[in-house]
């Protein structure tokens, strides 16, 4: 419990910052409130709506690079921008705030007001609109700001070394980044920084030319310019990406892990509304186990302090204004805000070295209802204010940097000189971070690192398509892979030629371990999560990973690499098998099938070819990376091209896209408004689709559908509701705890649907299956025991939905027709290892109703 308080004892953050109900006092700033959503945890709210994502955003996304944002030439580095096509729907004009279409043009007024501001275009979001991050410092000739990236690579690369460096310490320039408005209704702090921008171009100030002489400011000015436009939290892709940073499916996430692995920022805050009185942080535990959290607390919290000190001297008051004061989860609340996965910005950027990261979550809310409720010149109000409050935050930021640089350069290079030493971290405690009063036992959160992780090649890997995957993530994200030129054992196994080593004795081993560690079980440790608590890549990305807890590692065979092997080979001769374990695979497995090409599926869930089939084989193994091996297997049933409706979530629906699926995103109102089901082989629901809701004759196409035409698959209660109604599928849908997620032990039985599939999968809101029907078939079960490997799942207050109820009963079901899912093998588009079993069924479904005279 915390010792030290300044505000009082609110147990649970998420569920105690509540509203007044909307409409009442709409007008009286005392109750100016703090909006829900930022508060409470997503995805349940999004499960319930169906995603109409346009094909286009997914395609974007998909085929987006994102290049280095680190140059050898000097600063300022100004580029005239062409500016957009004036908007008159821009969400942002209705507040009094910068439209996109304006900010251009106000960029390019920033530039031409002297030497120190410079733009770059990072990428383009999935709705195509450009990313621009400022940079702003003093003048830079080439050869400076190539000692500058000197400098930057030794304090990542050689940590010692630069420890000892005295021109690092007389001369290094600080990076500081501001990332602003991920979260498209949260529009302030594009404003507050823009205007802020514009001060620091011209101030001649002693500060000020201290300030840049010694830092380098990087604003990314919006990181989702989609959502700004539309007023809404998600890009155009329908992604909340403030979840997506440990899979990086989306080009302006993509485009953020590129600035802080290039940047390498020392402090970073990330803006976002609406919380009141404003929240700052550090949070409430529990706290990543794979940071360097002494560190971090220690500067992090330093930083809040200056923060709060600065919003509330501003001189708002709930009577006056509506504004309460300024919070900070550490020291104010005992759970709910929390610091454990690293999807969200700041905590994603301890991982590259930032070692002060805040979210801040400003004031008065004007998005959501109260955009659409509240007078326009009330909201124009509580924009200002909101600016206001970010504009502070963004000011107390600045001067901790310029007075304690030299500290947070020593900080930053310590986390890395930890991590090459394989050095154990240090718990906190008021002894190791003097200055942060109230530490407790419930904030220790470490980890025992293993001395290595393989990647295996040959026979004991699963999946060599995916396994290259898996490490051209690792490398996307700054990770240190190394591949094997020979045999070699470590820790008592053999490994092959070709196997990827990660020496957990480097720089970054926090996020090498914070991506591929199994995770922990933390359901004893607090009552609630913000979000998810288990994510393992290495147990849900398909690939074979093991850990070396100790051993001597064969440097002299091992080379470090900057891209993975590719797999892609086609058998000389002979029908040819693809295993269909992989999203890589299913997408080609679709563009063969588009092509027209004959292929059969083999009883274990494969897919065979006709030796004719070879030379369009060689082009999808080129092009997906995948591998057709020689087979004698005969293929039992013809696969043919699908084209699927789905009502699923935004995750999902981009799942089915990158697997090359031809989709139709469906609902109740889309249903109810009319559909032709004449084009549609399968239908797979997980959201915003409720039989009890349609109308006669949507009610009356769907089960024609069904019942003559195409099959159905389910995921979570939604899906097993749909099929219940319909009465495909006689299995009893059970729900665990709605707030229950993380990776769960599975058994597989085998067959088209699961054959090969991995012995983990992932679950958010749990449901298992009873009362199966004599048709219907067990396809996957938890575990007995204990079925959660890692993540938050506790029973209800009842003793009913925890793991101990979900133990040994069915998870995925099959029956003629129809497949329920129980786990979430698509969700947020993460779990690419479980990608396939979707596949697989919804071809299963599909043939199914092909034999039945469909």
Known sequence: MRTTRTAPARPVLITALTLTTAGSLLLTPGSAGADTEPVTREGPALDRQAALTPVGAAERALAATVGRTDSASGYPREQILTPDPENPADKSIKLGLTPYHAIA???????????????????????????????????????????????????????????????????????????????????????ASLGLIKQLATANDTRTRDLLSRSRLYFNITANPDGRIAGTRANAGGFDMNRDFVTASQPEVRAMRQIQIDKQPAVMLD????????????????????????????????????????????????????????????????????????????????FQGTVAAHTVEIPLAVNNEEYDTLPTAELRRRSAINVDVAGAAIRATLDFTRTHRTSLIADQIEVFRRGAAGEAQI??????????????????????????????????????????????????????????????????????????????????????????????????KVSVMYDISGWSLGRLWGATVKPAQSGSLPYGALRTINRATPVAHVAPYGPLRLRLDTPQEIAALNDLLQQGISIRQAPDGSAILPPSARKAAVTAARTHDVTFEATHTRGTTELRRLRLAAAVTAGELFALREMNFEVTPVSTAVLNAGFDWSKTDALFVSAGLSYDALNPAARKALDTFLTHHGGLVGRGATGADLTSATGLLAAKPVEGNGDANGVVRVVNRGGRITGGAADHSFVYAPVWFTDLGPEVRVEQSYTTGNPLLSGHWRPLEDGSGGPGAAAGQASVVSGPGAVLFGTEPLFRDHPKGQF???????????????????
Request: charged residues 20%.
């Open 105 to 191: 043009p106000k960029l390019n007024a920033l530039q031409s007001l002297g030497d120190r501001v410079s733009v770059e275009v990072t990428g383009r979001s999935a709705g195509g609109h450009r990313l621009y991050l400022v940079t702003v410092t003093a003048p830079e000739s080439a050869h400076q700001t190539r000692a500058q990236e000197r400098m930057r690579e030794l304090i990542a690369k050689a940590p010692a070394v630069a420890a000892k460096s005295h021109e690092i310490k007389a001369r290094y320039k600080v990076p500081l980044f501001v990332n602003n408005n991920i979260h498209g209704n949260e529009w302030e702090g594009t404003d």
């Open 271 to 350: 803006l976002h509304g609406y919380v009141n009185g404003t929240l700052i942080e550090p949070t409430t535990p529990p706290h990543g186990e794979n940071y360097e959290y002494d560190l971090f607390l220690k500067n992090t919290y330093a930083n809040a302090l200056g923060m709060e000190s600065a919003v509330n001297g501003l001189g708002y008051t709930p009577a006056k204004d509506g504004v309460e004061p300024a919070q900070i989860p550490f020291r104010d609340q005992e759970e709910g805000w929390d610091d454990w996965p690293p999807i969200f910005t700041p905590q994603y950027a301890a």
């Open 427 to 524: 718990p906190v405690s008021e002894e190791t971070v003097p200055g942060v009063p109230g530490i407790g036992p419930e904030d220790v959160y470490t980890t025992n690192f293993p001395r290595a992780y393989v990647i295996p090649a040959g026979p004991s890997q699963r999946s060599a398509t995916a396994a290259a995957r898996l490490v051209d993530h690792l490398l996307a994200n700054d990770v240190t892979v190394t591949r094997a030129t020979r045999p070699f054992r470590l820790a008592g196994r053999t490994y092959a030629p070709g196997s990827y080593v990660i020496d957990m004795h480097q720089s970054k081993r926090g996020l090498a371990n914070v991506l591929l560690a199994d995770g922990t079980d933390i359901s004893d």
């Open 836 to 854: 396939a079993q979707v596949a697989r069924a919804l071809f299963t479904v599909a043939q199914a109703s092909q034999e039945s005279g469909g």
